[in-house]
Each structure stands twice: as structure tokens, then as C-alpha cells.
């Protein structure tokens, strides 16, 4: 899942951009409020935090920026104003939720994971592909019961793909969901990862789960269809 991280405080920004990281979201970063518009309007983020007091165009502007442009991004908003007509404001302005400053990182994670559960294909943190069984939660992969270790980037593809499961996914969904704004479209990136993930979750003996579609992409599914490979 990629996200959007709104912070001018370039330390924090790197400590929160970095430990998202390592539970396997692809994260962007934005300065300022200004070029946080230009990028929410650039690319489908999953979810977006953002901090309140942000230099050019504050928080509460980006986010009420967002929903007058007719998008329904989740939003956690983030700031160090703790009184309660400060939480008010903020999710009037068009915010889900609301984490005050300084905060554990363990929270962060499970604000970002209930917002991301919000959407009508995520309320359930068991995704199921035929005998494979994702838990987005633990971030954890079993097939037929079997548990099988992941990168970082390998279990966010599988997890992008199993969200979409049945449906053809291109590269470019593919890339803009699980790479960051730094990935090279005319690399081969997105294949390779796609063998890895075979080599993982299709052992000998196992039915066949992820299908290549000839010049339109990748379905993760445990039906097969005729023009699939």
C-alpha cells in the first residue's frame, strides 16, 4: 500500500517515512502543504498523514483541499495541538482521525491499519486465495498451513495483488501502489518480483494462484482462465 507522508520536520519525516518502510508500505514524502496537493492529485495514494502545521498551506487547508476535489483518501492528521477544539477542527476539516504529538509508533501502525480496513474490500484482515491465507494484520503468508517468509516488498505485492484477487492488475496499478515515486517504469522490476512471488507461493504440488495476462498484467486467483499463463 503506498502512502503519502505530509511532514516539514525532515528528522521525523525520516524516522516515520523509514519505519513504515520496514512494515512494508511504500511511502512518498511531502515538505509542505503545496506540494502535498500536487502530489495527492498526481497519484491514488491509500492513505495519507498529515501533519497540521506545515509551512505554504497548513494541514488543515490540505485536507479540506482533498475533500472539496471530491477524494476519499483516509487521512490521519497529525499534530502537536492536543486541546479538544484543536481534534474538532481537525476532523471537521475533513480528517478520519486524529493522532496527537509525540506519539508511539506502535499506534501509528494501527491507525494507519484501521483506516486502511476501512475501505469495503479491506474490513477483513484475512485475505484468502484458494489455500493461501494472508493476515494483514501480522503481516504474515501460510499455504495449505505452511508458513512462508517474505521481503518487505514481496509480501507488499502479494498483500496489493490478494486485495485484487480475480482482477487483472497492470503495471502501472502495480507500480503505483507498491513502489515508491523513485521506480523506474522501464525497468524490469515489477517481473521479477512476480517470479520471486512464484517461486514462493507455487511450490510442486501446489495448485497454480498467480496468472499472467499477455500484455495486460497479473491476477492472483485460484480459478484459471483460459487466456491466463
Not at 5 to 10: A, H, P, S
Not at 138 to 163: D, N, P, Q, W
Not at 174 to 184: A, C, L, N, Q
Request: proline share 4%; glycine share 6%; net charge negative.
Amino acid at each position: 500500500m503506498r502512502l503519502l507522508l505530509v511532514e516539514d520536520e525532515t528528522d521525523a519525516a525520516r524516522m516515520i517515512a523509514r519505519g513504515l518502510r520496514e512494515h512494508c508500505y511504500a511511502v512518498d514524502i511531502a515538505p509542505d502543504g503545496v506540494e502535498a496537493i500536487e502530489k495527492i492529485h498526481a497519484v491514488p495514494y491509500d492513505a495519507i498523514i498529515l501533519d497540521v502545521m506545515l509551512p505554504g498551506r497548513d494541514g488543515l487547508q490540505v485536507c479540506r483541499s482533498i475533500r472539496a476535489a471530491g477524494l476519499a483518501t483516509p487521512v490521519l492528521m497529525l499534530t502537536a495541538l492536543d486541546q479538544v477544539r484543536d481534534r474538532i477542527t481537525g476532523l471537521d476539516s475533513g480528517a478520519d482521525d486524529y493522532l496527537t504529538k509525540p506519539f508511539d509508533f506502535g499506534e501509528l501502525l494501527a491507525r494507519v491499519r484501521a483506516l486502511l480496513r476501512r475501505g469495503p474490500a479491506l474490513r477483513n484482515p484475512l485475505i484468502e486465495v484458494g489455500d493461501l491465507v494472508i493476515d494483514t494484520r501480522a503481516r504474515s503468508v501460510k499455504r495449505a498451513g505452511r508458513a512462508i517468509e517474505f521481503t518487505a516488498r514481496e509480501y507488499a505485492l502479494l498483500e496489493y495483488l490478494a486485495r485484487r484477487q480475480g482482477d487483472v492488475v497492470g503495471r502501472a496499478d502495480i507500480s503505483e501502489h507498491v513502489w515508491e515515486e523513485s521506480y523506474d517504469p522501464f525497468s524490469n522490476l515489477i517481473e521479477v518480483y512476480i517470479q520471486r512471488l512464484r517461486r514462493k507461493i507455487e511450490s510442486p504440488g501446489n495448485q497454480r494462484l498467480l496468472h499472467t495476462r499477455r500484455g495486460e498484467g497479473y491476477r492472483l486467483s485460484a480459478n484459471t482462465p483460459d487466456d491466463d499463463v
